[in-house]
Antibody, heavy 120, light 111 residues
Framework: QVQLQESGPGLVKPSQTLSLTCTVSGGSISSGGYYWSWIRQHPGKGLEWIGYIYYSGSTYYNPSLKSRVTISVDTSKNQFSLKLSSVTAADTAVYYC????????????WGQGTLVTVSS | QSALTQPASVSGSPGQSITISCTGTSSDVGGYNYVSWYQQHPGKAPKLMIYDVSNRPSGVSNRFSGSKSGNTASLTISGLQAEDEADYYCSSYTSSSTYVVFGGGTKLTVL
């Protein structure tokens, strides 16, 4: 059973860059066949897909965040990462990493989520 | 404002059935059979309950079922149990450049 675990700072200052890492266990990112996504949930609100990466490094981002988002993968560590630049209070959210079978458009595996607060 | 529209809340008594709607457009729900539903308990990650409109992942109770008519998808929970009390989110593939879109969520209260 694949497990995902987010890690990173829980507090980021405005205008700085939010950085999170998702560590995958029980399966290999480099085996292919899956998209590895970041999804966020603002406090008390719905879900927002941020973007995904394939093991090859190809990415696809939500157009509303594209100018500030970078997702990268480190297959040697079985990890993928999110960077969100120029954050504001509106980026305060629980950030989840998740996996979907390429082209399936549903997320079977999720991390537990990590709360990131943007505040000075 | 979420791309897909769900009622903010629904409620039902144990043993009853409830249905949660999810309305989109022909660019998402109505145009493709890629609707999924997630259950989320407080402080927990979402859990996939239905995919491709009406399919259940292994381990999900057959009390949960999904359907679609036009631009509206529905999640039905039969034989309501206390443990079903949670937030439910729908999601769909979209032909816009956003890959997938989610609904705003529906809070289910088991009375």
């Amino acid at each position: 059973q694949v497990q995902l675990q987010e890690s990173g700072p829980g507090l980021v200052k405005p205008s700085q860059t939010l950085s999170l890492t998702c560590t995958v266990s029980g399966g290999s990112i480099s085996s292919g066949g899956y998209y590895w996504s970041w999804i966020r949930q603002h406090p008390g609100k719905g879900l927002e897909w941020i973007g995904y990466i394939y093991y090859s490094g190809s990415t696809y981002y939500n157009p509303s965040l594209k100018s500030r988002v970078t997702i990268s993968v480190d297959t040697s560590k079985n990890q993928f990462s999110l960077k969100l630049s120029s954050v504001t209070a509106a980026d305060t959210a629980v950030y989840y990493c998740a996996r979907d079978l390429s082209g399936s458009y549903y997320f079977l595996n999720w991390g537990q989520g990590t709360l990131v607060t943007v505040s000075s | 404002q979420s791309a897909l529209t769900q009622p903010a809340s629904v409620s039902g008594s144990p043993g009853q059935s409830i249905t949660i709607s999810c309305t989109g457009t022909s660019s998402d729900v109505g145009g493709y059979n890629y609707v999924s539903w997630y259950q989320q308990h407080p402080g927990k990650a979402p859990k996939l309950m239905i995919y491709d409109v009406s399919n259940r992942p292994s381990g999900v109770s057959n009390r949960f079922s999904g359907s679609k008519s036009g631009n509206t998808a529905s999640l039905t929970i039969s034989g309501l149990q206390a443990e079903d009390e949670a937030d439910y989110y729908c999601s769909s593939y979209t032909s816009s450049s956003t890959y997938v879109v989610f609904g705003g969520g529906t809070k289910l209260t088991v009375l």
